[in-house]
């Protein structure tokens, strides 16, 4: 017998991978039971028998990575990253959530509250509100140091109820921005009317001054989240200190309500579906990805007209009617990206500064490594 391999085959074309192990590669096949070829083949020998080089190319990267914005709101983002492994898609998106900073709520000094809520979850509730300052014009402030104008910001909430009134809703705006900081005077600080009172911040001049405030006073990005609510008689004083920090600290320094991602669906109709099974295919989708054609001659046809609102909900392919004429994938390397910030930042800088802090990763892996 003559010396060969089943990949010396003439309809095997060299240095390409046949059609079939292509789309395993570059595809998840979504069946009616399970997702198929979820894997990702990244070594570089694994297709070396075929001729095919698989190894990562820095060229061929820049190639065909890719950032397409598709939506851009106040608070909303929806953009494509194309051209990139799962593991740089979630590693991105756990950097949107765990490690961009922002300014929350960390100290919560009562001066009195009389009503139903307890400190502890009024203070809670105060360090959940997002803050609309930006994070970069102010340092982390450690446990060692004082808080002054570049590592606070003190906000004061005062409300009362009067006696014969109705009872009122405590909302968050309500805290009022106090740019020169605390107002409380310590106890342990000597009488002595003829100095300044020392207090809970060691500010040297007004934040006022440091940046301009103008156009973006900080205060709470919604004014209205409700705090608690008075019955007649019932008070609320204390001063709120807002500090600097990461989500993978506490949930309340991130800066997205969500950050998530999903691989671009692909829906192919293999088949010709017409007149009334087209119809039923159309009725069947849950989220209208199918439309109905006309082809003349009194003819209708089934066509994929909006494929990227498939959610892969699978009730088109449930039955078996048409089981064989469609098949459900996603693209592996294509990540459609949605970003909801909580109001402190826009979305877009998020995006900038996240990739600024994987690139800064890279950067440190570089340098340990080499």
């Not at 990244?42 to 190319?57: C, E, I, K, R, T």
């Not at 490690?99 to 809520?117: C, D, F, H």
């Not at 892969?312 to 693209?331: G, N």
Request: proline fraction near 6%; charge should be negative; glycine fraction near 4%.
């Amino acid at each position: 017998m003559e010396k060969g391999s089943v990949w010396d085959l003439p309809d095997v074309p060299e240095g390409q991978l046949p059609p079939h192990i292509q789309l395993q590669r570059t595809r998840v096949h979504c069946n009616s039971d399970a997702p198929t070829h979820t894997e990702n083949v990244q070594y570089s020998g694994a297709y070396s028998s075929l001729g095919v080089d698989n190894s990562l190319q820095l060229e061929q990267f820049r190639k065909n990575f890719r950032v397409d914005v598709i939506r851009l709101e106040k608070e909303e983002m929806e953009f494509d990253m194309v051209g990139i492994d799962p593991s740089l898609a979630n590693a991105f998106r756990r950097i949107l959530i765990a490690e961009l900073p922002t300014m929350a709520i960390e100290k919560v000094l009562i001066a009195n509250n009389t009503s139903v809520v307890q400190d502890e979850v009024l203070s809670h509730r105060l360090g959940l509100i997002p803050i609309n300052a930006d994070p970069r014009l102010f340092d982390y402030k450690s446990e060692n140091d004082d808080p002054k104008e570049n590592n606070t910001i003190v906000f004061k909430l005062h409300v009362r109820c009067e006696r014969g009134s109705p009872r009122i809703t405590v909302k968050s705006d309500e805290l009022k921005w106090l740019p020169n900081g605390s107002e409380f005077s310590l106890e342990t600080s000597a009488a002595n009317s003829t100095s300044k009172p020392k207090t809970y911040t060691s500010f040297h001049t007004s934040q006022e001054t440091l940046h301009d405030f103008s156009k973006k006073p900080i205060a709470p990005c919604h004014p209205d989240i409700i705090l608690a609510k008075l019955g007649p008689g019932q008070e609320i004083e204390l001063e709120a200190h807002a500090v600097k920090g990461m989500g993978k600290t506490h949930a309340k320094w991130s800066p997205v309500a969500t950050a998530w991602y999903r691989m671009l669906p692909e829906v192919v109709l293999l088949k010709e579906v017409e007149d009334e099974r087209a119809e039923k295919l159309v009725k069947t989708c849950p989220v209208n990805v199918f439309d109905i054609e006309d082809v003349g001659k009194g003819k209708k046809r089934a066509v994929v007209a909006r494929p990227r609102g498939c959610t892969l909900c699978r009730e088109c392919i449930r039955e078996d009617e048409f089981k064989q004429d469609i098949a459900l994938r996603r693209v592996k390397d294509h990540f459609i990206f949605t970003i909801e910030s909580t109001g402190a930042l826009p979305p877009e800088v998020l995006f900038t500064e996240a990739v600024k802090i994987l690139e800064d990763k890279c950067e440190r892996v570089i340098t340990e490594l080499s």
